[in-house]
């Protein structure tokens, strides 16, 4: 069974950093497409970035130069290291497994339940 | 950068046909994915390129998408699908990114 457990969340100063964990079973991550997406309260769904299979990484805008994604393949665990964070960086943090057999890297088909991060003086 | 526009809410009767659209500029070249999520709960991919289904969601929900117009259709609403509903798509216009339409919540009636 795929599961996704995220954590790491909290509330943090503006301008501090943060590294949150998302923790897989059920499958390799490092054979697939993973994803961070957020979700500010009360407000959609905003992907954050991408790390490909091969290594690749992509960020949205609003968080390039300031987010890293990475993984460990021996502990089979994504991360995100979240650095000079602002306010408007608040949200839930949801870790994304790629669609696999359905819609490949276009689409998420799993999701963990995600980890909330305030950022607030 | 590419945008997908819903309308933020859709209310229908309970056993009648609820329809969420998804618009964007010739969205109907592009595959689109719809996800459901219900209060304090991840999303769930509930239609996948354009028009199937993942294994477990019922027939009812079903889709389309042609010109700049997407749409979800669930069909013989259930109280129990009162909840947010997402469009996406995978954009590369000038480097890869996801992107989602703004919501729609869906209220039973």
């Known amino acids: 069974e795929v599961q996704l457990v995220e954590s790491g969340g909290g509330l943090i100063q503006p301008g501090g950093s943060l590294r949150l964990s998302c923790a897989a079973s059920g499958f390799t991550v490092s054979g697939n497409y993973m994803s961070w997406v957020r979700q500010a309260p009360g407000k959609g769904l905003e992907w954050v970035s991408v790390i490909y299979s091969g290594g690749s990484t992509y960020y949205a805008d609003s968080v390039k130069g300031r987010f890293t994604i990475s993984r460990d393949n021996s502990k089979n665990t994504l991360y995100l290291q979240m650095n000079s964070l602002r306010a408007e960086d608040t949200a839930v943090y949801f870790c994304?497994?790629?669609?696999?057999?359905?819609?490949?890297?276009?689409?998420?088909?799993?999701w963990g339940q995600g980890t909330l991060v305030t950022v607030s003086s | 950068s590419y945008v997908l526009t819903q309308p933020p809410s859709v209310s229908v009767a309970p056993g009648q046909t609820a329809r969420i659209t998804c618009g964007g500029n010739?969205?109907?070249?592009?595959?689109v994915h719809w996800y459901q999520q219900r209060p304090g709960q991840a999303p769930v991919l509930v239609v996948y390129e354009d028009s199937d289904r993942p294994s477990g969601i019922p027939e009812r929900f079903s889709g389309s998408n042609s010109g700049n117009t997407a749409t979800l259709t669930i069909s013989g609403v259930e109280a129990g699908d009162e909840a947010d509903y997402y469009c996406?798509?995978?954009?590369?216009?000038?480097?890869?990114?996801?992107?989602f339409g703004g919501g729609t919540k869906l209220t039973v009636l």
């Open positions: 996406q798509v995978w954009d590369a216009s000038d480097h890869p990114r996801w992107v």
């Open positions: 994304a497994r790629e669609g696999g057999e359905y819609c490949g890297g276009d689409c998420f088909l799993y």
């Open positions: 010739n969205i109907g070249s592009k595959s």
